[in-house]
């Protein structure tokens, strides 16, 4: 009896420093098992069942070496906004509005959408995909609800790459293929291409514009930011780029790999009194404000104090950056407009403010790479 006392005090010790760390870092799942209320827009991006924790990639970026490099005030800061999920065609268009608004008011930005292949078919459809290691017709997220939707959806892309946004690839299906073999990689990236580039032929009961974007994806965010060196070398098969699935050291410039794929990571940002440590994604924000649950609404005190925890966070990374090693930002949200849109909104204040800024550009991830391609990453200062 005396034994099994020590044994159970000793389990409960291990579960108790294991909550206070990952407490400790205020780091939230990037995907929580269950939770209600998607947002008005119904994007169901998220709307997984994996419990992944990003605590271990928050500790890297924090306690790696701080890197110096060599930069002037004529060198870029590159600030890069993104949206993982495709399916809400309203959300598109409202990104697309304050991006022309943007233009308007000679602050220059881009988008890069990472879009997901199930939602360019239809459950009356689905068997044209099979993930790796799941039956033909199943999708982590979903399908889109109507081929009409599709013909929308093609339609919105379309005109956000006219206008110098950039789509990317998030997957298929959205599952998460940290484990994956290269063959399982390359048969996600072959579904991918199959559904995007057969996008009429699989939906014929209604008319479909030609995806003009397809020969111009060159970049990958794994969903779950879940990879492995399989996943490389298989993105450089299909000739990709980059990769933004990573967690990045504080201020650092992205680096190129041994497949040639430059890795573009997410930002960590400092959020609330505390500072606490959490990714620069507006899904771990939400879990970190109000655990995944839409508890604020416009114009209420909750609401005002999420969106200057958030704003403000966004500020202090750009001026540890802007005033540092000027290593780009990079923001991530969503097509869901979880707690009544607040995440969007300090995002579209952020940029409005800081995109105006000297020598501050509000680019696409392949402009990005087109410039590190031609210039490379400043000196490191040894």
């Excluded at 420093?17 to 990037?30: A, D, G, Q």
């Excluded at 000739?239 to 960590?268: F, R």
């Excluded at 999420?306 to 540890?320: D, G, H, I, R």
Aim: with cysteine; charged share 20%.
């Amino acid at each position: 009896m005396k034994y099994r006392n020590i044994i159970a005090l000793m389990v409960v010790a291990v579960l108790a420093v294991s909550s206070f760390f990952i407490l400790r870092l205020n780091i939230h799942p990037l995907h929580a098992i269950s939770y209600s209320g998607l947002g008005s827009d119904r994007d169901t991006d998220e709307n997984t069942n994996n419990s992944k924790s990003f605590a271990a990639n928050v500790d890297f970026a924090l306690g790696s070496p701080r890197v110096r490099y060599q930069v002037s005030s004529s060198t870029p800061q590159f600030i890069l906004f993104s949206f993982d999920g495709s399916k809400s065609v309203d959300m598109l268009n409202e990104t697309l509005a304050f991006e022309q608004k943007m233009q308007s008011e000679g602050k220059p930005l881009h988008f890069t959408y990472f879009i997901n292949a199930a939602y360019f078919l239809t459950k009356d459809n689905a068997t044209l995909y099979q993930a790796p290691r799941q039956p033909a017709g199943v999708s982590n997220i979903g399908f889109s609800d109507s081929s009409k939707d599709i013909s929308s959806r093609i339609k919105a892309f379309n005109t956000a790459f006219a206008e110098g946004n950039e789509i990317g690839s998030h997957s298929a299906g959205h599952y998460d293929g940290a484990t994956w073999s290269y063959d399982e990689w390359k048969q996600e990236f072959d579904s991918f291409n199959s559904l995007m580039f057969n996008v009429q032929k699989n939906n014929p009961t209604v008319s479909i514009d030609i995806p003009a974007f397809l020969g111009s994806i060159h970049g990958f965010r794994a969903p779950d930011l879940g990879v492995n060196d399989n996943l490389y070398k298989v993105l450089n098969e299909f000739h990709y780029s980059y990769d933004g699935s990573g967690v990045g050291k504080v201020d650092s410039w992205p680096q190129k790999d041994a497949y040639g794929i430059w890795h573009i990571p997410l930002g960590v940002i400092l959020l609330g009194e505390n500072k606490k440590p959490i990714v620069s994604m507006d899904y771990n924000l939400w879990a970190r404000q109000s655990g995944n649950k839409e508890m604020a609404v416009k114009g209420t005190a909750l609401w005002d104090t999420y969106y200057n925890e958030v704003e403000s966070a966004y500020v202090e990374y750009f001026n540890t950056n802007y005033n540092g090693n000027r290593g780009p930002i990079v923001v991530a949200n969503h097509f869901s407009k979880w707690n009544d849109g607040v995440y969007w909104e300090a995002m579209k204040t952020f940029a409005e403010n800081v995109c105006g800024k000297p020598n501050v550009h509000c680019v696409t991830f392949s402009e990005l790479v087109s410039y590190l391609n031609d210039n490379g990453t400043p000196p490191i200062i040894k």
